[in-house]
């Protein structure tokens, strides 16, 4: 079992299931890694969004309120700080200023730059991991360390019935070494 085979495994299963939408930057369109990963995923699930992180989060939420499973892709952990307001202020405590009555099941799949055999530098290969677990009370932030990880915490994020979204962190270097 690869890193990558079990990406595109737990993306395939999840672009089977009825009520998902896959949105960010290169799902639609090829651009990083992770678009490769989407292949098996029917067209129609994919929704590319423009360089504009917190519009893509608030799009995010609005349609896991209208009961889709949107997955939305933000390939760096740095790239996806730019949503702090809707994912913190707004996903995160939706279910206690809703008073239980938004509990939207969010997907949210991010990763660790990768830094072989090129590194890009400090401003792309950031972990926040621990800090977004500090943070967040009705999110549940799972790093992917082992390809073995993979398709059982992208199940259970669809599956949940616990009212919590999910962040899933994978880590870049992995596609090709694991």
């Known amino acids: 079992m690869k890193y990558f085979d079990e990406l595109k495994r ?7 299931q009825e009520n998902t939408l896959f949105l960010g930057q290169a799902v639609e369109y090829k651009g990083t890694a992770m678009t490769n990963t989407l292949v098996d995923v029917p067209k129609d699930k994919l929704l590319e969004m423009p360089v504009d ?3 893509q989060m608030g799009i995010t939420n609005g349609l896991g309120i209208n009961g889709t499973v949107p997955i939305s892709i933000y390939p760096r952990w740095n790239f996806f700080l730019l949503t ?5 202020n707004h996903l995160d405590k939706m279910p206690v200023f809703s008073h239980g009555e938004y509990c939207p099941k969010i997907i949210i799949r ?3 730059g990768s830094e ?15 800090a977004f677990k500090l943070m967040t009370n009705n999110i549940e932030v799972i790093r992917l360390d082992e390809p073995e990880d993979i ?20 880590w870049g270097d992995y596609y090709g070494e694991k």
């Open 10 to 16: 737990a993306m395939t299963y999840l672009g089977e």
């Open 110 to 112: 991010t990763g660790i």
């Open 116 to 130: 072989r055999p090129l590194n890009p530098q400090i401003q792309h290969v950031g972990d926040f991991t621990d």
């Open 53 to 55: 992180e917190e519009m």
């Open 151 to 170: 398709f059982p915490a992208y199940h259970k994020a669809y599956h949940r019935t616990d009212g919590k979204s999910t962040i899933l962190v994978e």
């Open 84 to 88: 702090m307001n809707q994912t913190i």
